[in-house]
């Protein structure tokens, strides 16, 4: 069974950095192109970014948003996701998801992680 | 960046009876290798989204068959075919065809 479980979320000032970590089994870890969603409360998703497996490159593409603030990065030894957040605004307040999507893949993949809530406020 | 726009954004429904949900695009989702990246999402209240339906119609595994999706270019449609106490929530489509994959509004599902 495929799981995704987030943590490291919590209460962070304006300009201050937080960390979110992923652990993520029952699938091929190191195959996977993995991503960042996020969810203001009571609100609809938005994309945060995604890191491609380390065999296609490793590459990272960002949401306009969080560009040049946000960096997400893996270690497929640990078959870990990370999303390291820095110069934190209040807008970033959202539930934030570890996501994968494998729709080519055979048997097709796709979940999502219960999420970690992140509030930036002074 | 890619915009989806839902209709409705709000849908009470008896139980029993079929529900359906638009999804338009601000430009098509067919790639150049011929694939639709066009999902839809449930998310019950308090719970993370859940893949229902991928590339415009594959029911995701575990998925009930009277969830179906059908559509093409830059027109979707998800259907409910007897809507079920279980089925509420938000309804969201979503687009991996182009980075940033983005989503629609939401479409709230209630019981009448």
């Known amino acids: 069974e495929v799981q995704l479980v987030e943590s490291g979320g919590g209460l962070v000032k304006p300009g201050g950095s937080l960390r979110l970590s992923c652990a993520a089994s029952?699938?091929?870890?190191?195959?996977?192109?993995m991503s960042w969603a996020r969810q203001v409360p009571g609100r609809g998703l938005e994309w945060v970014g995604r890191i491609k497996s380390s065999t296609a490159g490793g590459t990272t593409q960002y949401a306009a948003p969080v560009k040049g603030r946000f960096t997400i990065s893996r270690d497929d030894s640990k078959s870990m996701l990370y999303l390291q957040m820095d110069s934190l605004k209040t807008e970033d307040t959202a539930v934030y998801y570890c996501t994968i999507q494998g729709w080519d893949s055979l048997p097709p993949l796709d979940s999502w992680g219960r999420g970690t809530l992140v509030t930036v406020s002074s | 960046d890619i915009v989806m726009t839902q209709t409705p954004l709000s849908s009470p429904v008896t139980l029993g009876q079929p529900a359906s949900i638009s999804c338009r695009s601000s430009e098509s989702l067919l790639n150049s290798g011929g694939n639709t990246y066009l999902g839809w999402l449930q998310q019950r209240p308090g719970h993370p989204p859940r893949l229902l339906i991928y590339?415009?119609?594959n029911r995701f595994s575990g998925v009930p068959d009277r969830f179906s999706g059908s559509g093409a270019g830059t027109d979707f449609t998800l259907k409910i075919s007897r809507v079920e106490a279980e089925d509420v929530g938000v309804y969201y489509c979503m687009q991996a065809t182009q980075f940033p994959y983005t989503f629609g509004q939401g479409t709230r599902l209630e019981i009448k």
């Open positions: 590339k415009i119609s």
């Open positions: 029952g699938f091929t870890f190191s195959s996977a192109w």
